[in-house]
């Protein structure tokens, strides 16, 4: 019994007193059954082995003692095992560190990245590999499929409540060339979810994912405050656009396109960076003015161009597109050989 002899809890002995260099107590599987007033049973040697005088060499007895006050984690313990578990608890609290300081730094800097990347509306407009120059480019919801998704990609569209009912919804997954070829009598939108569905989904579940080839950014207010004046929307709208810009040529994030959503908030859609990278921006996302609900979130729904906002009326409208990809390079989730990097913004704030 030497693995369990060192390891009686003490303190759940009754009439514990050393008697030379024993310990003696009442045995508590005498004391089960009233036995052992006197506290003269159990003797704990040194050593820690521990015996009932009143039955030697009961091995079941010894067991009920042990299963009473005996204490088998502490036995379990070995110094290797203590130590990896400090070494881990050290590395989340430096983990944890490292998370607050891009926290502040993201807070901190905010204002010098805006202030160094202004991209102004004229400019995105110039800028965007597809003319904004037509309703097709910019309030087309089946043209902006189209430049985004490989053709047999299954997509999503619809309300967001159209999700779940193998009856009702089924018709919401479509290839994204159907979609495409959708009739002009035929719903496609007001939303669509970022990612590229198993075939036969029905349920708008993350587990039914089966690529996030896009991380959508919702640009909705800085530190919880949405703008409410003309003038606030207007200085809103510039600071998301400079930050978007940054992501782009700072840190050579992929765009995709950017959504102008018809109310207070822009939607920029970038090429899915590596998780590691993904996960920096979600750490960030608040101090940084973004929604990080929707970070690493594919299956949630986000509006589509060409529908009209529930608040203002407006139509959504593209902004910025790519030209559509070779379906290999739509598809390849591999992070980029020059990019996209993480942030980390003491350094990329700077340059
Ligand atoms: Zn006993």
Known sequence: MSATACHLDLTRLEKVRHVGTRIVARCPACAEDGGDRGGHHLAILPSGR????????DSAHRRRVFALVGVSRACERDPEQDRRWRDGRARERLAEQDRRRLVDAARARRAAIIARHPWDPADVWEDSPQRIDCDLVESDPRHFLDALFPSDAVLWTGEVHESGQAGRHAGRWRTCREWCSASAGERVGPMVAPAIW??????????????????VLDFDGFDGAKPETPEQLCSHLAASLALIRWLREGLCWQLAAILWTGGKSLHAWFHSPAPAVLESLRITAGALGLDAGLIGRPEHPCRMPGHRHANTGNLSRVRWLQLPQPVEIALDMRPFPNGPKQLSLPHEATE
């Open 198 to 215: 198993q075939p036969g989904t029905v349920s708008r579940a993350a587990a039914n994912v089966a690529a996030a080839p896009f991380t």
């Open 50 to 57: 521990f015996a009932c005088a009143a039955c030697p060499g």
